[in-house]
């Protein structure tokens, strides 16, 4: 089950907070997330007060990450990622929050391997995992959460503000 965090593209948008630290940036290789994926997701955007919704397209192979979000079937953003350049198409009305880069590091949280993700983190940063949950900490305080239940991830992005609930249409390989 992938949370292709591609909802997550949306959740870069969330700057209703501001934040009270940098999360880390991850930019991990595709082929390091071990298995191809296609997925279609709905994704349900929560920060301040607000409530979105939108439809996500995420597809990863061993050489690109494609991830395209839909709202009110209309095209707000398409990323591209091949390991070493990022590509942006946005759509005018896109908030200008909506961030890239962050949206790809939500992605690669919820769904690259445990170990690719331990490999780039700074010194101060480290990730936990339990039951059906994965944290990114850093002094012992929580900034981003992801749980999965099913074909449902939640991610919790406590340095940005907002809250992101991932349902895939179909399931990806197990964690």
Known sequence: MAVPLIALAVAGCAQVVRPHVALPVLQLAPST???????????VFHFGGERREMVALLEVDS?????????????????????????????SWLPPQVKSARVLDDIQFVLWPLDAIRSVLPTDWHVESGKNERRLVRKGAIWLAARYDGATVTLENVADGYRLEVQSVAAAAAR
């Open 33 to 43: 997330l071990g298995y191809e994926l296609a997925e279609q997701q709905r994704l």
């Open 63 to 91: 050489t690109d990450v494609r991830l395209a979000v839909e709202v009110l079937g209309q095209t707000g953003v398409r990323l591209h990622w091949d390991g070493e350049t990022l590509e942006e198409r946005r759509a």
